[in-house]
């Protein structure tokens, strides 16, 4: 199985600050047939559901703001939040989804300063 | 709209069984994959199973034996199947779709969850 590991566990960051979140995967999770890497991050607020934020690493998701951005390849990738805001109070998750059991990482709870 | 809505949730005796059920609407929905995935307290977000539009099926380790993932396009409803439920299946169980319908592909729709304690 693939292992996707997360640093922090959890980060406090004052607001209009930018969040930095690690995920890195025991493998490499570069699609090879299109070259691009199986990586996706989510965001889930208290009470809701997960909302997905970025796929294929670095590709938003449609009405998602432009100050979640993401990059890495590889195995090694990052979720940054530019100036963070007061509803982005959330735990992330990254998640591949290259092969074998779909796996998370362990989350990273987003907290304001 | 896209909606999946989730039910079958409960209390539970160790042991015992349980069948979830996900009804899905708003897109075609036997051309997507489908996942099971689920939030224990104070945990993590884990995949528990999923399966493709051509029905292969696939499963998280811990649940491998126990549960069973099933669809039934006709009532465009996604279904999951628990039995021999232990403490550590004690959760919210979300559904997901599965983006562009590939099963390696990230979730974009996911339901509100429905809650599976196991306790005696």
């Known amino acids: 199985d693939i292992v996707m590991t997360q640093s922090p566990d959890s980060l406090a960051v004052s607001l209009g600050e930018r969040a930095t979140i690690n995920c890195k995967s025991s493998?490499?999770?570069?699609?090879?047939?299109?070259?691009?890497?199986?990586l996706a991050w989510y965001q889930q607020k208290p009470g809701q559901p997960p909302n997905l934020l970025i796929y294929w690493a670095s590709t938003r998701e449609s009405g998602v703001p432009d100050r979640f951005n993401g990059s890495g390849s590889g195995t090694d990738f990052t979720l940054t939040i530019s100036s963070l805001q007061a509803e982005d109070v959330a735990v992330y998750y990254c998640q591949q989804y290259y092969g074998g059991p779909l796996t998370f990482g362990q989350g990273t709870k987003v907290e304001i300063k | 709209e896209v909606q999946l809505l989730e039910s079958g949730g409960g209390l539970v005796q160790p042991g015992g069984s349980l069948r979830l059920s996900c009804a899905a609407s708003g897109f075609t929905f036997s051309r997507y994959a489908m996942s099971w995935v689920r939030r224990a307290p104070g945990k993590g977000l884990e995949w528990v199973s999923g399966?493709?539009?051509?029905?292969?099926?696939y499963y998280a380790g811990s649940v491998k034996g126990r549960f069973t993932i099933s669809r039934d396009n006709s009532k465009n409803t996604l279904y999951l199947q628990m039995n021999s439920l232990r403490g550590e299946d004690t959760a919210i169980y979300y559904c997901?779709?599965?983006?562009?319908?590939?099963?390696?592909?990230?979730?974009?729709?996911w339901g509100q969850g429905t809650v599976v304690t196991v306790s005696s």
């Open positions: 493998q490499s999770v570069l699609y090879s047939s299109n070259n691009k890497n199986c």
């Open positions: 997901a779709n599965h983006r562009r319908g590939s099963y390696n592909d990230a979730f974009d729709i």
């Open positions: 399966i493709s539009g051509s029905d292969n099926t």
